[in-house]
């Protein structure tokens, strides 16, 4: 069972910017794409980022040009870099990461909240 913890949410001002990292109980060689979704109240889990294995990457229109996902394979963990933030960007954020075999694995999730 593969386990992914979450670090580096908060409470940060408009144009704040913080870093999350993900853990990978395992190495990420093992993934064949990992990902970031984030959960706002009331609405449904949606995508941020994702990075495959070959790093070819992908943003939500919302958070291009702003967010940055990176892996470091010698620590096996996944980050997303998060400037110029926004309260709309206030969610849970959630790492998620798809095995070989297609299994999904989820992250328990961390708070951001963007207030002034």
């Known amino acids: 069972q593969v386990r992914l913890v979450e670090s580096g949410g908060g409470l940060v001002q408009p144009g704040g910017s913080l870093r999350l990292s993900c853990a990978a109980s395992g190495s990420i060689f093992n993934f064949v794409v990992m990902g970031w979704y984030h959960q706002a109240p009331g609405k449904e889990r949606e995508l941020v980022a994702r990075i495959t294995s070959g790093e070819s990457t992908n943003y939500a229109d919302s958070v291009k040009g702003r967010f940055t996902i990176s892996t470091d394979n010698a620590k096996n963990t996944v980050y997303l870099q998060m400037n110029s933030l926004k309260p709309e960007d206030t969610a849970v954020y959630y790492c998620?990461?798809?095995?070989?075999?297609?299994?999904?694995?989820w992250g328990q999730g961390t708070q951001v909240t963007v207030s002034s």
């Open positions: 998620n990461a798809v095995g070989r075999d297609s299994r999904d694995s």
